[in-house]
Structure formats: structure tokens, C-alpha cells
């Protein structure tokens, strides 16, 4: 089999948020492809240039379907807070356009574990998004990269239980279940790492992960691991902080709850604490191959990346991304 070529026509759509804006910066520094942010208008300035620049309305199927014509490659980074359907109106423009393959709105998850399928809401729903693109007969990949460590590190209590800016701490049962986690400049390079590669014919290749999770990570670490990372950030102790600790499954319990009343807060602890359960569902790298050595993913430093968010922590994110 003789070696395809990379796919060079690449579009985002979210090319704005944390996450596409990675994307993007990445990718611009291979030099190798012609990048298109489809966007709904009003922030094209936060894109760099060297990008083309689409604004469409995302309801408008024939208008999805001229801007993705051409394409091979679409990433979707939609915020949480996006209509439902948007995702789905995306997919089906992309498959009218001839899109070969699409990189849903599932980072993190990992389609395989049947585990978190089962009990968290998030997974089920990257299901149901990955579903629907097979059955309009369009290629997949699916990026497995753990939750985002920087960005749920700043944000507080109910992601990663830590709180930086009260000192206070609670740990899921122990504390010390494993978790696989990446920067958001990791996942960055990690998708221009697999866009820069043949689409198949030789190893590795895109096609390697065709409809397949695309795993790497940048830490594997727990509860513990991550306050003693800021603990030497601050030059603080556990005298310092408010540290308690709850059942994984209460947490969990809390913000269905929570969720069921409206409080969308809910989703994100109980979508956490899951993943802290004592069988360490969310320790992918455990059970798995990982991409960082066969793409040559940067080594990060967990201290170092702490200690940015320390420093930083003042409306450095916002839960929508």
C-alpha cells in the first residue's frame, strides 16, 4: 500500500474557545495545512491570521454545507452551554459536504469504557454524538484526553475538588484514585501532531485511530498529588487549608440531585466525582496505549503547570468554553 498524504484542508468550528483556540496555534506552526474557523460572527477578531474566517449561522443547513465543502477534517469544539442540536446539524452538513473525518465534542471521554458509559451522563451523550456520525457513514475520531488539568484545576470545588482561592480541599473517599488529565496546550499539539500525519499507508498513521479513542495525556495523578502540586505552589501546608472528604458516590448523588433541580453544577460534579470512583474508570493510561511517544508529545512538568494556574488564577477561565 503506497503512503497517502496528510489531510490538508482542516476546519473548526469553536476556533475561539480554550480548547480551539490550541488547536488553531498548533496547527498554524506545522505550516502544513489550510485552516478554516467557522464561526457565528462577532469574535473573528480572536482569530489568528494565516486563518480563513467563515462566519455562518449554525441553523442554516445549506450555508453549513457551502462553508464545509472541500474540507477533510473537522473538529467540533462547541461550548456546554450549546443548543443540543447544534452538534447535530453540524454533523449532517459535514456528511451533505463530503467531510472524511469528524472529531466530535468528546473531549475527555473514553467511548470504550463501558463503566463510564453506564453511569455518566457525559459519556452517554458522546455515544449518541459518535452513533449519529457513523450512521451518516463519516470517519471519526474521538480525543481521549482526560479532563482539561489547568482549566478544572481554576475552577474550583466541584470539578477537581480543589478550591485555590478559599483553601479549601475535598477529597472523593481517600484521595488517592488515579486519574488520567491533559493541559489544553497538550491537547493542542497532539492534534497537529495527528494532522500532520499520512492519512494511512504506514505507521503510525491517521488512520490509526480512524474510529478509534485518540488517547495521550499530560499527568496521571490524584486528588492528593494535585493539592500537594499547589500546597509548593503557595508554600502552603495542610495546616493552611480546609481539607474534608465525601464518598465518590455521594458526590456523584449530589449533583444528579442538584442537576435535577436545574443547578447545571451538579452535572459537572457528578461528571467528576465519577471518574474519582475507587475503580479508577478515569485512569485510562492504565489500561491503554497512549499517543504521547509515538507522536512525540511534549514532557510536561505537573509543578510547573500548577504553579501557572496559581499565579494566574484570577479570571483565567470561565466554565464556558
Known sequence: MSTMPYLKKVAIVGATGHLGVHFVEELLKTGKHTITALTRGGNATKIPSGVNVVEVDYSDEAALVAALE??????IV???????????LIVKAAAKAGVSYIMPTAYGADITNENMVRDDIYHQGVVAKVKEIEGL?????????GFWYEWSLALGENFFG??????????????NTKLSVSTLRQCGCAFAALLSLPESGTTPSLSDWKNKPFRFTSFRVTQRDMLDSV????????KDWDIKSEPSSKRVADGLAALQKGDFTGFVKAMYSRAFYPSADGDYEARHTI???ILGLPKEDLDETTKWVVDNINGMFTVNQ
Open 137 to 145: 457513514g463519516l470517519n471519526h475520531i474521538v480525543m481521549s484526553c
Open 78 to 88: 462547541l461550548a456546554a452551554t450549546a443548543p443540543p442540536e447544534t452538534h447535530s
Open 291 to 293: 499517543a504521547n511517544d
Open 70 to 75: 472541500g474540507q477533510e477534517f473537522l473538529a
Open 162 to 175: 480543589i478550591d485555590i482561592k478559599t483553601k479549601k480541599a475535598t477529597f472523593c473517599d481517600d484521595g
Open 231 to 238: 500546597q509548593r505552589a503557595q508554600g502552603t501546608s495542610d
